[in-house]
């Protein structure tokens, strides 16, 4: 019996190198695939910050010359074993030498271009691991079942390994014109119509990556289904909808190690699911404390920690604001992102200094505080591919109330008066009145129902955001594609 082997190629992974969810996905997905007697590796490029940090520990592989358009690049290979997990890094001074892990768009078309190449180059005997699957993510890899058609199958090269696609955001799609991307990827004419790379004309990595993979998944059911509609489908549903039959959605979990209101170093006071009433309360004094809110134990404190972008729902907050704290409700925003955003929330928190708390940063520490001290978490998205905060939140003790879509859908169950069964509360419009009322509903629980606010917080609590469940799904999506006798 072998074991499956599955290369992850992602441009972020945790916790060499982080912007946002995807980076968490692949720092730990792996490592569960691993678990399930799985031979799952990494690849991502060697970023700056990562050859400060990890630098002494890095294994030098190889090093070659890589033919990029009319340019010849070196690209170097380096490897680290991390929690039984084997990573490799493409290392090139020139594309990512740099700070920030991301660069000009223009720029990051090119590096990206290169990157995927490497990667190609690279597996086989230069990595000494030769996948059955590779495992792209995002439209940093979209291009690599594309590349593997155009330039190693018809040699005989990687022939019998398969591709999955996962989509963590369909916004961002790696768009470019047709002469760049056909010198910096070397394709020909044959790869360059409206039914393979273009879409509306140019080279779309993300709808390439659709067309060529085996198999496409997105990260929650509820948003594999949405996509295909043109409100969610950022101008790809209709070639969603034409391989809907290779689309799956398979919900993300969260590092349950790294956030443990048991044993969380960042939070005021420890707790479990047995003990969580004192432990809550005095975190909650401590952040209301620590933010110059007041500090009133029965006032029901609202905890939000997001990007501050559209998609987050921000217009409904600032809409109801007023009206929330009217109604005696706190709230507490950590965020960074659109500036309109953060000015408007700051103009608003300058009149409620005492029950407002607007905190434009990044902060972990402070996130920890709001996850554990508060009494309800909001996340009114407009959108929202999986989302980790609500998971997060729940695990916390605190009780999510979010709009009914994508992820949250698939993880918030509202709260059933009659049964007394739920973990949250939720609202299905993009209406701010909706939320308005909701989070007045759910402050009516929480003031004036005792035991069903405890059945709530209970089931956050005692909920399962394992990796556990989802990897195996992945686990038997990949032994589908290689039609898996020989693998168990
Ligand atoms: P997205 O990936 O769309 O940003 P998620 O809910 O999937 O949203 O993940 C967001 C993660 O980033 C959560 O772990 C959240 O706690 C964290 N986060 C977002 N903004 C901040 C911030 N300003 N400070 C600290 N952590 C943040």
Known sequence: MTKLKILFVASEVAPFAKVGGLADVVGVLPGALNNLDCEARVVMPLYRQIKQKYG?????????????GWRSMYSGLFSLEKDGVTYYFIDNEYYFGHDAIYQDYSFDIERFCFFQRAVLEAMG?????????????????????????????????????????????????????VERIADLCDL??????????????????????????????????TYAQEILSGYYGEGLDGVLRNYAYKLTGILNGIDLVGYNPETDPSITKNYTVKNYKEGKAACKEALQERLGLDINAGAPLLGMITRLVDQKGIDLLTRVLDEMLYSGMQVIVLGTGDPYYEDSLRRMADHRPDQLSINICYDDELARQ?????DMFLMPSLFEPCGLSQMIA???????????????KDTVTPYNQFTGEGNGFSFSNINAHELLFTAKYA??????????????????????????????????????????????
Not at 56 to 68: C, S
Not at 154 to 174: M, S
Not at 370 to 374: H, M, T, W
């Open 394 to 408: 729940m695990r916390y003790g605190t009780v999510p109330i979010v709009r009914e879509t994508g992820g949250l």
């Open 56 to 68: 002494d520990q890095l294994y030098f592989m190889r090093w070659t010359m890589l033919k990029l």
């Open 370 to 374: 709001i996850y554990s001290g508060c």
């Open 443 to 488: 402050c009516d629980v929480y003031r004036n129902h005792d035991e069903a606010w405890e059945g709530l917080v209970e089931a956050g609590m005692n909920g399962d955001y394992s990796w556990n469940s989802s990897a195996k799904k992945y686990k038997e999506l990949y032994n589908h594609l290689v039609n898996e006798d020989s693998h168990e």
């Open 188 to 221: 020909s004419p044959q790869y360059m119509t409206a039914y393979g790379v273009l879409k509306d004309g140019v080279p779309n990595f993300l709808k390439a990556g659709i067309v060529y993979s085996d198999a496409v998944t997105t990260v929650s059911p």
């Open 125 to 177: 005997d230069p990595m000494e691991f030769e996948p059955d699957i590779v495992h792209c993510n995002d439209w940093q890899a979209g291009m690599i079942p594309v590349l593997l058609d155009a330039h190693y199958r018809p040699h005989g090269y990687h022939k019998e390994v398969k591709t999955v696609l996962t989509i963590h955001n369909l916004k961002y799609q790696g768009i470019h014109g």
